[in-house]
């Protein structure tokens, strides 16, 4: 056995962290308190921006230190950030250390964050992607205030858009008709947002461990990739053929085109699918075009891809606006559907400028379009269109 093999000396399986979001008042403290009552969630580490009224009674509980800076826009200053990267590494110390013992984070945002941010962090961050993995986002909405928390706050439509999971909370407090029908209104317009995360109704006690932990890429009970459960392609496919069929996205609310912190006809979810193998560097140059053009605008990014010199070790991609997550190599395709299969939530940003630019790398031409047009007013030439020396 070569030293480098030694089990001593190999890195421990990542961490899964969770990332619990949601808008002010929309009960994620109470939710935590929930969750961790639960026998198989005692080693839990917990990490809060800020100590709600409820205080949680749990042994790993860590507040974030620094004061929370929001900017205008919705997203956090970078000392957060800071105060995060901190805040994980002393856990990690403490358990290294056997001072603590943990097997999973969550960590609890303040209300008014943009998860992007802290996203970003634990992809970027090389020590902490290697000892934790993202398990998933988990977004509290308020079914009392949540459509008109969604009519003001751009905050909370991104929090809900980049979700995994999305829990509604105070269902039981609209028992009238008249509540019934808000609460459908709010979980189509969740659905139309989001239409790859599933909606669990607290009150209901559908929130439970099972059904909000465990939803990144890799099935924690087999411990092997579910690529079609971490993708949910087949939902938001099912719900671009639906927008199709009844004449688009977004046209019906045009009642609202003045109020300009309306944001939900901002977002856009859709697929890209091919059965072609893709080169590996020609993949590397439509991510960092993609990046470097549209990088705010690409709320969550999540593939699969065939790659040409491997195709039968396809890569799998994370993404959140400008910044990859190291891409992983699976050993094997995980199930028939061998295809290259890439999942968009973007904002301000129409999917055809994506799918276009996905097809000019692949040498797709375009039939809809004159051929002159068509090589010449290509999304790879500088500022999109002809050259005009």
Known sequence: MNASDHPARRPPPPIPLTLLTGFLGAGKTTLLNRL???????????????????ALDHLLVEKIDGDMVVLSSGCLCCNLRGDL??????????????????????????????????????????????????????????????TDTLDHHAEAVKQAAVADRIVLTKTDLLATP???????????????????????????????????????????????PDVSRWLADEAIAAAQSHEHRHGGHGHGHHDHHHDVNRHDDRVRAFTLATDRAIPAAMLDLFLELLRSSHGPKLLRMKAIVKIEESPDRPMVLHGVQHVLHPATQLSDWPDADRRTRMVFIVRDLEPKVVEELFDAFLGYTMPDRPDVAALTDNPLVPFGGRDQR
């Not at 961790?36 to 409820?54: Q, S």
């Not at 509540?179 to 559908?206: C, F, M, T, Y």
């Open 178 to 224: 008249e509540g019934a029908a808000k609460r459908e209104a709010l979980v189509a317009r969740l659905r139309k947002l989001n239409p790859a995360a599933p909606i669990l109704d607290a009150a209901a006690g559908e929130a439970t461990p099972e059904a909000l932990l465990g939803c990144g890429l890799y099935d924690p009970a087999r411990k092997i």
């Open 85 to 146: 990267v901190t805040a994980l590494e002393r856990l990690l110390r403490n358990l290294d250390n056997g001072r603590a013992s943990f097997k999973r984070v969550i960590v609890e945002t303040t209300g008014l964050a943009d998860p992007a941010p802290l996203l970003q962090t634990l992809m970027q961050h090389p020590y902490l992607v290697m000892r934790f993995r993202l398990d998933g986002v988990v977004t509290m909405v308020d079914a009392v205030n949540g």
């Open 36 to 54: 961790l009552r639960d026998p198989d969630l005692r080693d839990t580490a917990v990490l809060i921006n800020e100590f709600g009224e409820i």
